[in-house]
């Protein structure tokens, strides 16, 4: 199945009330490891980048990987998503590689770092939407700035302080046209996202569930959501790590936004730990192995399982079957269509 536009997983995830997994990779075993994954279970999937691992990937080897991806798994939707761009170029060195979807992260100036103004935050992402829908490819937006900093990018802090304005959310999609917001909620980059299980003074459910009845029909995505289960931060620790106590966000509430409108979740820190406990394991127990092989393939048998495990969770298995694929240029056209009849009214 050739890569397909992020917007028809997330019309056909909003159709079946389920949500879908986006996971970042940085090289083959992670890309083989969810793709291994969406096959067990039978789950359309997102395979994402960021501009960290574009850089350490090399685009060449990420674009044909994911092509290979394509290849091998011919049974399963994917779509190849920019995670957290930082300007219009970004996006369109992604689009023209042959990414099928783009995050205009205008929520942050250019630097990754700078919280951006609501004015300007609009401006880029439309100019973004315009050219990817010019070609098919999927928008991403974000309003709201989360906390923590990962791969250099991310404003710190505890994720409370720039929460997402429910009507800012609303002026915001009426103004890019995006395919999906990613929301505020308190959310954070990184694997120290809170420091106690998470209620409703740290975890803002209330906002998420505010912006979805005001925008019923938008697709909403929930950065910063890896569960950091402690199983996995355990291994680690067993086995040489020094990880201090650490609370992710918990599946019961992730499930509560796919109940809400949320149709992408991102996970991240989770198949790190998973990948690096499985890693530690091998040194630990048998440190005369020096091949690769010998650790990397448990790595990734440890990133699929808690992939599998979450795609379960999040509802997308079983629905890989349910939908042909739409090439990018009928996307294209469906756009053209749209912005028309808008211009009609």
């Not at 109940?259 to 406990?277: C, W």
């Not at 440890?302 to 694929?325: E, I, N, W």
Request: net charge negative; glycine share 10%; aromatic share 6%.
């Amino acid at each position: 199945m050739p890569l397909v536009s992020m917007r028809q997983l997330l019309d056909e995830a909003a159709k079946g009330g389920y949500g879908v997994g986006a996971f970042n990779v940085n090289n083959m075993e992670q890309i083989q490891a969810i793709m291994e994954a969406a096959r067990e279970t039978k789950s359309p999937v997102i395979i994402q980048a960021s501009r960290g691992a574009r850089s350490y990937s090399q685009d060449k080897f990420l674009y044909h990987l994911m092509l290979a991806a394509a290849e091998l798994y011919p049974e399963i939707p994917m779509s190849l998503h920019l995670d957290h761009g930082n300007s219009a170029e970004t996006c369109k060195s992604a689009i023209d590689l042959g990414f099928t979807s783009v995050m205009m992260d205008g929520s942050l100036m250019e630097d990754g770092k700078t919280p951006n103004s609501f004015e300007s935050n609009v401006e880029v992402t439309r100019r973004v939407v315009e050219m990817a829908h010019a070609k098919g490819v999927t928008v991403e937006g974000e309003i709201g700035v989360l906390g923590g900093i990962e791969d250099g990018h991310g404003a710190g802090g505890s994720g409370l302080e720039h929460v997402t304005d429910p009507e800012q959310a609303v002026e915001f999609v009426e103004k890019t046209g995006v395919d999906a917001l990613a929301i505020a909620i308190g959310t954070s980059h990184g694997a120290y996202k809170f420091s106690k299980k998470p209620d409703g003074s740290v975890l803002k459910m209330d906002v998420l569930i505010e912006i979805h009845k005001r925008l019923p029909n938008v697709h909403l995505v929930m950065h910063g959501s890896s569960s950091v289960p402690k199983e996995l931060q355990d291994v680690v620790n067993q086995y040489g790590g020094s990880l201090k106590p650490t609370w992710g966000v918990p599946v019961e509430e992730i499930q509560l936004g796919i109940r809400n409108g949320v149709r992408k979740i991102n996970v991240d820190t989770d198949n790190r730990l998973a990948i690096t406990g499985a890693i530690r394991k091998v040194f630990a127990e048998t440190p005369e192995k020096f091949d690769p092989r010998d650790y990397l393939k448990p790595a990734r048998e440890a990133m699929k399982k808690v992939v599998a495990l979450r795609m379960t969770q999040f509802g997308q298995a079983g629905h890989a079957g349910d939908y042909s694929p739409l090439p990018l240029e009928l996307m294209k056209q469906r756009y053209a269509a749209a912005n028309a009849a808008v211009a009609a009214k």
